[in-house]
């Protein structure tokens, strides 16, 4: 089923968006030894304000809610989360650049739900977002500390010309220990 589900969000791929919110998520680093490893795809939309031009503006408000959220790893897997980013750039960001930081949760999900809230930090050139943070929260009712290993999301504009809206989708690799 979980395949199903998988392959379903794949194949209507919304077009992505932007990092912030992408908001998903990072776990502080713990004990290497006991690591597992927790794969998360996410799709979904955001805004960002002032917006996005040619003239370097920061960024204020940077916000992301997904619209699905499919997960797996040694930990618990599950769909149905629902994830959110709240930040703000901390460089003057264009269209072709942007840099930031926030706070994502994600909670829900079945049949392991989670509840993770964690710092994450985008970088976004061009249509590629990465993300790198950390925090921690439960997945299936187990306390996990985790670090994201890789973040990779695709970012679309969905306004323009100044771009206040967007779709993200990508996967993020998280790196957990209880």
Do not use: W
């Not at 597992?36 to 002032?50: A, C, D, M, Q």
């Not at 930990?75 to 901390?90: I, L, M, R, T, Y």
């Not at 670090?147 to 679309?156: E, K, L, M, R, S």
């Not at 306004?159 to 993200?168: D, F, G, I, Q, W």
Request: net charge neutral; with cysteine.
């Amino acid at each position: 089923m979980l395949s199903t589900v998988i392959s379903t969000v794949r194949r209507h791929k919304l077009a992505l968006a932007a990092a912030a919110a992408a908001p998903l998520f990072v776990l502080a680093a713990g004990p290497a030894s006991a690591a597992s490893t927790e794969t998360v795809h996410v799709v979904g939309h955001g805004n960002i304000g002032p917006g996005l031009s040619t003239t370097p503006t920061f960024q204020t408000s940077v916000t992301f809610a997904s619209d699905a959220v499919v997960y797996t790893g040694q930990v618990g897997h599950g769909a149905g989360a629902s994830c959110n980013f709240s930040g703000a750039s901390s460089i003057a960001e264009t269209l072709q650049q942007g840099q930031g930081s926030g706070t994502v949760t994600c909670t829900g999900g079945s049949p392991d739900a989670i509840s993770l809230s964690a710092n994450v930090n985008y970088a976004r050139t061009g249509g590629t977002v990465t993300l790198s943070g950390g925090g921690s929260g439960t997945i299936g009712g187990k306390a996990e500390t985790c670090t994201i290993t890789a973040g990779v999301f695709h970012f679309q504009p969905t306004s323009a010309p100044t771009v206040t809206s967007y779709r993200l989708e990508g996967d993020t690799a998280l790196s957990c220990n209880p």
